[in-house]
């Protein structure tokens, strides 16, 4: 009888958990990743995964949004009345599909199809009340349900990344808008707070259009054209993946702000994707994952808790899609089930047979 194999992918979450952000029924940490079997992603395909303080967001190739965990904000999307949930719970207020989806610590941001930049949660309205003194804030930074983002002009939004009080988005044109509070210099400004998105100088990226970007809470990553990668902002748990007489020693003209300077991380360069975490990192590069930053929970992988400072192998998987919350990280791997012998083959064992982990079965 011929036997026929099947490529199909799990969701795995790992971390804390204690506001059932691993969308896995229940609220218990998990120290090792751990497959997600939530009935709303049944018969789904995860395009997108992120992780914010206590939230996550899970975004399908049909465009609709989910998300579990803490709503203490409005940081899930769907009213008041959900204080959190184990369970995945869709974002119906977003009438449009999603191409774009961030989760930063108290807020989440969405881009629809048709280029549009959605905000909810109010995990920025106290630092915008703090900054803008008399001025009133933005509604976009203390809505509890998706709220337009004005600001990029007749620009189309290409995808969406967040921070622990700050915004990035990056258009078609490969420009950068950066928005919310620049404390650590993540914002590449000297200005302390930006309520509404702002242009970065394409000059620091070397002149390069930007291809890739996502955030942590106090950092920014970003990738360009050329596959160089640069980092910016805080580094002090090694979440920027290099040594910190880089960023020391950069020279810089916005005041004393050298943290504000992108630098290259070179190990990084050709990364297929980046995802950051509060103060950690994932990466792949060359089908192989990587990861680097704080690891108070373990979630660099290692099977430590100590800090890793520069890029670092984590062996046993090879990911096809990767996510970090900020003290979790997940990763969507592939298996192969004989449809005969209903037999699971891990990658591990497929790299026998195949020259790269990415290969069509």
């Given at each position: 009888?011929?036997?026929?194999?099947?490529?199909?992918?799990?969701?795995?979450?790992?971390?804390?958990?204690?506001?059932?952000?691993?969308?896995?029924?229940?609220?218990?940490?998990?120290?090792?990743?751990?497959?997600?079997?939530?009935?709303?992603?049944?018969?789904?395909?995860v395009?997108?995964?992120d992780?914010?303080?206590?939230?996550?967001?899970?975004?399908?190739?049909?465009?609709?949004?989910?998300a579990?965990?803490?709503?203490?904000?409005?940081?899930?999307?769907v009213?008041?009345?959900?204080?959190?949930?184990?369970?995945?719970?869709?974002?119906?207020?977003?009438?449009?599909?999603v191409?774009?989806?961030?989760?930063?610590?108290?807020?989440?941001?969405?881009?629809?199809?048709?280029?549009?930049?959605?905000?909810?949660?109010?995990?920025?309205?106290?630092?915008?009340?703090?900054?803008l003194?008399?001025?009133?804030?933005?509604?976009?930074?203390?809505?509890?349900?998706?709220?337009?983002?004005?600001?990029?002009?007749?620009?189309?939004?290409?995808?969406?990344?967040?921070?622990?009080?700050h915004?990035?988005?990056?258009?078609?044109?490969?420009?950068?808008?950066?928005?919310?509070?620049?404390?650590?210099?993540?914002?590449?400004?000297?200005?302390?707070?930006?309520?509404?998105?702002?242009?970065?100088?394409?000059?620091?990226?070397?002149?390069?259009?930007?291809?890739?970007?996502?955030?942590?809470?106090?950092?920014?990553?970003a990738?360009?054209?050329?596959?160089?990668?640069?980092?910016?902002?805080?580094?002090?748990?090694?979440?920027?993946?290099?040594?910190?007489?880089?960023?020391?020693?950069?020279?810089?003209?916005?005041?004393?702000?050298?943290?504000?300077?992108?630098?290259?991380?070179?190990?990084?360069?050709?990364?297929?994707?980046?995802?950051?975490?509060?103060?950690?990192?994932?990466?792949?590069?060359?089908?192989?994952?990587?990861?680097?930053?704080?690891?108070?929970?373990?979630?660099?992988?290692?099977?430590?808790?100590?800090?890793?400072?520069?890029p670092?192998?984590?062996?046993?998987?090879?990911?096809?899609?990767?996510?970090?919350?900020?003290?979790?990280?997940?990763?969507?791997?592939?298996?192969?089930?004989?449809?005969?012998?209903?037999?699971?083959?891990?990658?591990?064992?497929?790299?026998?047979?195949?020259?790269?982990?990415?290969?069509e079965?």
């Open positions: 009888m011929e036997t026929h194999s099947r490529l199909t992918f799990c969701l795995y979450a790992w971390g804390a958990n204690s506001y059932g952000q691993l969308g896995q029924s229940h609220v218990e940490d998990q120290c090792v990743p751990w497959l997600s079997e939530s009935s709303a992603l049944h018969d789904r395909t395009r997108v995964v992780g914010g303080g206590g939230h996550s967001v899970v975004l399908t190739d049909s465009g609709q949004l989910l579990c965990g803490s709503n203490a904000f409005g940081q899930l999307g009213g008041q009345t959900v204080t959190h949930s184990a369970e995945l719970l869709a974002v119906e207020a977003l009438k449009e599909p191409v774009s989806v961030a989760a930063g610590l108290r807020h989440s941001l969405a881009v629809s199809a048709s280029g549009s930049v959605y905000q909810w949660g109010t995990g920025l309205f106290s630092h915008a009340k703090r900054a003194s008399s001025h009133p804030a933005p509604s976009h930074l203390n809505s509890k349900l998706p709220c337009p983002v004005p600001g990029l002009g007749q620009r189309k939004a290409q995808l969406v990344t967040a921070g622990s009080a915004c990035v988005c990056l258009t078609e044109e490969g420009e950068l808008f950066l928005w919310g509070s620049n404390k650590h210099g993540q914002l590449a400004t000297a200005e302390p707070f930006l309520p509404s998105p702002s242009l970065l100088n394409r000059s620091l990226l070397k002149g390069e259009k930007v291809t890739g970007v996502c955030s942590g809470w106090t950092h920014v990553v990738q360009t054209a050329s596959g160089r990668v640069f980092t910016w902002g805080r580094g002090d748990y090694g979440q920027l993946g290099r040594s910190a007489s880089v960023s020391e020693n950069a020279e810089t003209s916005m005041g004393n702000r050298k943290d504000c300077i992108p630098v290259e991380v070179t190990s990084l360069h050709a990364a297929t994707q980046i995802v950051c975490g509060s103060e950690h990192n994932l990466a792949i590069v060359g089908g192989c994952l990587l990861s680097w930053g704080w690891n108070e929970h373990g979630m660099c992988g290692d099977g430590s808790q100590a800090d890793v400072f520069l670092r192998l984590v062996s046993d998987l090879r990911p096809v899609l990767i996510g970090c919350g900020a003290g979790h990280s997940m990763a969507v791997c592939g298996v192969t089930t004989s449809l005969t012998q209903n037999s699971v083959h891990t990658w591990e064992e497929l790299e026998h047979k195949q020259s790269s982990p990415f290969t079965f």
